[in-house]
């Protein structure tokens, strides 16, 4: 059996939730209609504190979706040099929408300084784009899935607030966030304009994602979702999913959190690998484990890659994330190098990863490395 570690996005509804996508109690949605639809968007509308909700077809497009009801074309969006929105989603709010990014760094432990954004946000000038919203992630992926806790949000509020800023909250993760820091869901987005919650992650449905805010942003991200292709029909059987996630899936993150410290324990314990995570000696905060491969493990001449040949250029060349990935794929165990660092690597725990598989994902990477 394949050990898939390369998202939290690869799960399969479980049993119940196909059960409840089968008796889902449909209609056509893009007149308002289905009734599952509108339970979801009341639903984590309710429990997020927000007035309404807007269910999207994935997390990509309610990021969309969302700035692009923030800021009109010319307009300016603040965001993180290593946030998902400007990183993975294909320059999408600069191509459909005409919004410039403004990118400032973000910090290892996924925040953006104060300071940065306040000088970030434009004077009243004809030359200049405006500002209009500021983005933050939570959890953040590139920064190792990290967590921003409910006084930094606040004080990032606080401050685009002042200055006439909305703020959009990409909380793919958000239930991995509460969960970690053992706070309402709710307490994380109270002050924030905005907020995208994905379906298809750590909670387990096979698609969707759920935009909230006020009854008047909806509104506008209603006509936008329209405009990007997003109006479905009797979607319903698929927000069934993401309500048996609500009820099923939430309180079990947990356990994902837990498998992920194993699995980085694990790592940790292999010569030549190092966990990355944020918390002490490199653990995750979530369910992401980044690491990284030694930059003196070396691929030796007789023990070498797939692929390599005596005499090539790679023979006696240290070992690629590349490399360790295509070892653990012939060790039925997938994990994705980072495209961006060719000694970094990326493994999620899920909903579909027990602990045996930890175990056995471990003993693979011991045996990709012991090649070495």
Same mark, same amino acid.
């Given at each position: 059996?394949?050990?898939?570690?390369?998202?939290?996005?690869?799960?399969?509804?479980?049993?119940?939730?196909?059960?409840?996508?089968?008796?889902?109690?449909?209609?056509?949605?893009?007149?308002?209609?289905?009734?599952?639809?509108?339970?979801?968007?009341?639903?984590?509308?309710?429990?997020?504190?927000?007035?309404?909700?807007?269910?999207?077809?994935?997390?990509?497009?309610?990021?969309?979706?969302?700035?692009?009801?923030?800021?009109?074309?010319?307009?300016?969006?603040?965001?993180?040099?290593?946030?998902?929105?400007?990183?993975?989603?294909?320059?999408?709010?600069?191509?459909?929408?005409?919004?410039?990014?403004?990118?400032?760094?973000?910090?290892?432990?996924?925040?953006?300084?104060?300071?940065?954004?306040?000088?970030?946000?434009?004077?009243?000038?004809?030359?200049?784009?405006?500002?209009?919203?500021?983005?933050?992630?939570?959890?953040?992926?590139?920064?190792?899935?990290?967590?921003?806790?409910?006084?930094?949000?606040?004080?990032?509020?606080?401050?685009?607030?002042?200055?006439?800023?909305?703020?959009?909250?990409?909380?793919?993760?958000?239930?991995?966030?509460?969960?970690?820091?053992?706070?309402?869901?709710?307490? /994380? +987005?109270?002050?924030?304009? &905005?907020?995208?919650?994905?379906?298809?992650?750590? #909670?387990?449905? $096979?698609? !969707? *994602?759920?935009?909230?805010?006020?009854?008047?942003?909806?509104?506008?991200?209603?006509?936008?979702?329209?405009?990007?292709?997003?109006?479905?029909?009797?979607?319903?059987?698929?927000?069934?999913?993401?309500?048996?996630?609500?009820?099923?899936?939430?309180?079990?993150?947990?356990?994902?959190?837990?498998?992920?410290?194993?699995?980085?324990?694990?790592?940790?314990?292999?010569?030549?690998?190092?966990?990355?995570?944020?918390?002490?000696?490199?653990?995750?905060?979530?369910?992401?484990?980044?690491?990284?491969?030694?930059?003196?493990?070396?691929?030796?001449?007789?023990?070498?890659?797939?692929?390599?040949?005596?005499?090539?250029?790679?023979?006696?060349?240290? /070992? +690629?994330?590349?490399?360790? &990935?295509?070892?653990?794929?012939?060790?039925?165990? #997938?994990?994705? $190098?980072? !495209? *961006?660092?060719?000694?970094?690597?990326?493994?999620?725990?899920?909903?579909?990863?027990?602990?045996?598989?930890?175990?056995?994902?471990?003993?693979?990477?011991?045996?990709?490395?012991?090649?070495?």
């Amino acid at each position: 059996m394949v050990i898939d570690l390369r998202s939290d996005t690869v799960t399969r509804p479980t049993n119940g939730m196909r059960e409840a996508m089968a008796a889902a109690v449909v209609g056509d949605d893009v007149y308002g209609e289905d009734p599952t639809v509108r339970a979801l968007e009341e639903t984590m509308a309710d429990t997020l504190g927000f007035e309404a909700g807007l269910f999207v077809a994935s997390g990509t497009m309610g990021n969309l979706v969302a700035v692009l009801t923030h800021a009109g074309r010319g307009d300016e969006v603040i965001i993180g040099d290593r946030s998902h929105t400007f990183l993975y989603e294909a320059g999408g709010i600069a191509a459909l929408g005409g919004v410039h990014p403004s990118t400032i760094p973000n910090y290892d432990d996924g925040t953006l300084a104060l300071d940065e954004i306040r000088a970030a946000i434009r004077p009243d000038n004809i030359h200049y784009p405006r500002s209009r919203a500021l983005c933050l992630e939570n959890t953040h992926n590139r920064c190792g899935g990290t967590v921003l806790d409910a006084d930094y949000t606040r004080s990032v509020c606080d401050l685009a607030h002042e200055h006439g800023l909305s703020v959009h909250l990409d909380g793919a993760r958000l239930f991995n966030a509460s969960t970690a820091l053992g706070v309402p869901a709710s307490s /994380l +987005t109270e002050p924030i304009d &905005s907020v995208m919650i994905c379906l298809s992650k750590g #909670l387990g449905a $096979p698609v !969707g *994602s759920v935009l909230c805010g006020t009854r008047r942003f909806i509104d506008g991200a209603l006509r936008i979702r329209k405009m990007v292709g997003g109006g479905m029909r009797q979607v319903g059987i698929l927000a069934a999913a993401g309500m048996y996630a609500l009820s099923h899936h939430v309180k079990r993150l947990g356990d994902d959190h837990r498998r992920a410290i194993r699995l980085a324990e694990g790592i940790a314990s292999i010569p030549g690998l190092r966990p990355l995570g944020s918390a002490p000696g490199g653990m995750p905060e979530t369910n992401l484990v980044y690491f990284e491969i030694a930059a003196d493990t070396s691929n030796k001449a007789g023990e070498l890659s797939a692929g390599d040949k005596v005499g090539s250029s790679n023979a006696g060349a240290r /070992l +690629t994330a590349a490399e360790l &990935s295509d070892r653990l794929r012939k060790l039925d165990v #997938l994990a994705n $190098p980072l !495209g *961006s660092n060719d000694r970094q690597m990326r493994m999620v725990t899920h909903l579909d990863v027990g602990d045996s598989d930890i175990d056995t994902a471990l003993a693979a990477l011991r045996s990709a490395m012991n090649r070495t």
